[in-house]
């Protein structure tokens, strides 16, 4: 059974930085490509970061030279480095598993696996 559990979540002011954490347990795709995903209140959940299994990583273009996603492939940690929060940026924030075959970047589509639970973000 795979579990995927977030932490790391906040308030923060604008300006500064958060690092969420998805720590993945029970046997998983291989390969497998991990994500993070965030879903502001009224809208649509939307893909933020992408790491593929080859190490290629995608961002959404509201993020990108803010935020970075990396993994620790030793403990099965995925985490995003948040800098220079923005209030836009609130919003819960989800990582996911899936298999690498199905996936397209961040469109939401492909990300059928397996998903957490959520931590909250909020920028203010």
């Known amino acids: 059974h795979v579990q995927l559990v977030e932490s790391g979540g906040g308030s923060v002011q604008a300006g500064g930085s958060l690092r969420l954490s998805c720590v993945v347990s029970?046997?998983?795709?291989?390969?497998?490509?991990m994500g993070w995903f965030r879903q502001a209140p009224g809208k649509e959940r939307e893909g933020v970061a992408v790491e593929e299994g080859d190490g290629t990583t995608t961002y959404a273009d509201s993020v990108k030279g803010r935020f970075t996603i990396s993994k620790d492939n030793t403990a099965n940690i995925l985490y995003l480095q948040m800098n220079n929060l923005k209030p836009e940026d609130t919003a819960m924030y989800y990582c996911a598993s899936e298999r690498c075959a199905a996936v397209t970047g961040l469109d939401l589509q492909g990300w059928q696996g397996y998903w957490g639970q959520g931590t909250q973000v909020t920028v203010s």
């Open positions: 029970g046997s998983t795709y291989r390969p497998y490509c």
